[in-house]
């Protein structure tokens, strides 16, 4: 079982414009054991999609799980830590 799993995952915010896509379709695996970095320019929601995986905001659709568990469940908490840009640490 992959540690991580994250398919066609899609983020549509509500704006006063109308709605804006912010993920579209992001997908990949991480196998337990493995590390990985999340890379992208300013923008590519990178931190959207450790949002989603924390169970800090939930997916418009698709498909993310840590170890097996839907990330919007409370219990992906067991698995899962982050400290977000701009977090007071002290």
Known sequence: MAAVVVEDLVKDYSTR????R??????FHVEEGEIVGLLGPNGA???TTIKILCGLVRATSGK???????SYRPEVARYVATVLEGA???
Do not use: D, I
């Open 45 to 47: 929601e990178k931190t």
């Open 22 to 27: 912010a993920l579209a379709g992001v997908s």
């Open 64 to 70: 993310a799980e840590v170890f097996g568990v839907p």
């Open 17 to 20: 414009k109308g709605r804006v």
């Open 88 to 90: 007071r640490n002290f």
